[in-house]
């Protein structure tokens, strides 16, 4: 008996996941943030298809601007991970043939297992036998999704009608229906259909020649983006120019509404996309009032809400169908059956010119994260943290001074032509102008508080001279 083929697992990472703000935004999406448990969900999706014995490589597909968070995540959890980044985004469906292309030539024997970096598993055995059972049929040319029975007539999600069956627990596809209404939704349940989870399993050969058939100038771009990637130091960026030519569409339209090739393996994984809120409150543990909290939470009185906080105390007494989230810089009181309609929120946000649409309190860069604490006209105060090895750019400020107070851990720092190791306790003055650098040579976490006076404190007022991490912009 041959050996059956293994699976690579592709995580698509690309999503904004507005609909969960204000934890989730355009410059830290959901995908990295630790929505249930210590690990985010992109870290739960890698986890969840780590055994050897049946998954290879993992490849993960994102935005350029997140290639260093994704680093960061993967070495959290010690998994290597092949990565390919996107120069913008263009929807799931060149997001997939770029890595059928990809897998294809590295692994052309291999399996490619399309996962969402932002959906929940709460049983990942349930859905990796799922994916065992589906192997032979994709392996043999079909196109595997993977569909979830239904626990209520959900209006949010879109529907597969099972047909015959094809293979040991796998059934053909007679049909994908876009997301109903009430009645339909009802109709459709009681009809034995199921959730579309939207993650794949096939042989990358066979999405490659769907594509060929019915658009075939789309892989003639997605080709030549993926033969003229810029590498940086081992990490491909699609071409910009070619990517930009292929077609914005959903895999789902592109291919699978299409396809005669498509087959469907059902189960019962605990799954959700955390669509919203409520999608979250549905999954989460909860009291004998039907609350879920997470964080420094008191709920008194309270029926049917979920409450969570990053620092401060929430409390909450006498409410019911609440959801209540605390960051560091928003907070967002919503009731519970009308959070679907967060993402005209944040429209509105936008519109109005809030940072905090997009933005966090917290700024992520390579090298780690700031937050700043304090800002008055002439003087801002931030929280600076490096990573082990981290390495802000060589730079210089023309309407600033800075000084550092190293917190915790070992801080490297470049003033001019001197170099100097600072420990906890001590300290450093950047005068206007002077060229200087903060790097981390320790095996902690450096924290820095640093303390900017001048006319103009703005992140812009920064001329890079060197950088280890080929950025332009702000440090």
Request: one cysteine or more; a negative charge; aromatic letters at 8%.
């Amino acid at each position: 008996m041959s050996k059956p083929p293994v699976i690579r697992p592709v995580i698509l990472c690309g999503g904004s996941g507005t609909r969960l703000w204000p934890l989730s935004r355009e410059a830290f999406p959901k995908q990295f943030a630790p929505i249930i448990g210590r690990h985010s969900t992109f870290q739960e999706t890698l986890l969840r298809v780590k055994d050897p014995a049946v998954f290879g490589k993992p490849l993960v597909i994102t935005n350029k601007a997140h290639r260093f968070m994704v680093e960061r995540q993967l070495a959290e959890i010690g998994i290597a991970a092949d990565i390919l980044l996107e120069p913008m985004a263009r929807d799931s469906g060149p997001a997939v043939l770029a890595a059928a292309l990809y897998l294809h030539r590295q692994t052309p024997d291999a399996l490619a297992l399309m996962l969402a970096a932002d959906h929940l598993v709460l049983k990942p055995g349930a859905f990796q036998q799922a994916v065992v059972a589906g192997r032979p049929v994709a392996a043999a040319g079909g196109i595997i999704t993977f569909g979830i029975l239904p626990t209520s007539p959900a209006t949010g999600y879109g529907y597969i009608d099972p047909g015959e069956e094809s293979g040991a627990g796998v059934r053909a596809v007679r049909r994908f229906v876009e997301k109903p209404d009430a009645r339909r939704a009802l109709e459709y349940v009681a009809s034995g259909y199921l959730w579309n989870s939207g993650n794949f399993l096939f042989a990358p050969s066979t999405v490659i020649g769907e594509y060929r058939d019915s658009q075939p100038e789309c892989v003639s771009h997605v080709e030549a983006a993926l033969a003229q990637a810029s590498i940086d130091l081992e990490v491909p960026t699609l071409d910009e120019v070619n990517f930009a030519k292929a077609r914005k569409i959903a895999f789902d339209f592109a291919v699978m509404e299409k396809t005669r090739h498509a087959h469907v393996v059902a189960g019962d994984f605990g799954w959700s996309d955390i669509g919203d809120w409520n999608a979250l409150w549905e999954v989460s543990d909860k009291d004998s009032a039907g609350n879920a909290g997470q964080g420094a939470v008191l709920m008194l009185g309270t029926e049917g809400s979920y409450v969570s906080t990053e620092d401060q105390l929430v409390a909450t007494l006498g409410v019911k169908d609440l959801v209540v989230v605390a960051t560091r810089d928003a907070v967002l009181v919503a009731d519970r059956h009308k959070v679907g309609q967060v993402k005209q929120l944040v429209e509105r946000l936008k519109h109005d010119g809030r940072p905090e649409a997009s933005h966090h309190a917290r700024v992520f860069r390579p090298w780690g994260w700031y937050q700043t604490l304090v800002l008055q006209d002439r003087s801002q105060v931030k929280r600076i943290i490096v990573y082990p090895g981290g390495k802000l750019s060589l730079q210089k400020h023309f309407h600033r001074s800075e000084h550092w107070v190293v917190v915790r851990g070992t801080a490297r720092v470049t003033i001019g032509d001197a170099v100097e190791d600072l420990i906890e306790n001590q300290s450093a003055y950047i005068p206007c102008g002077v060229v200087h650098r903060l790097e981390n040579p320790g095996l902690i976490d450096a924290e820095i508080i640093e303390v900017q006076t001048g006319s103009y404190l703005g992140e812009d007022d920064i001329v890079r001279l060197a950088d280890i991490y080929s950025r332009a912009g702000t440090a």
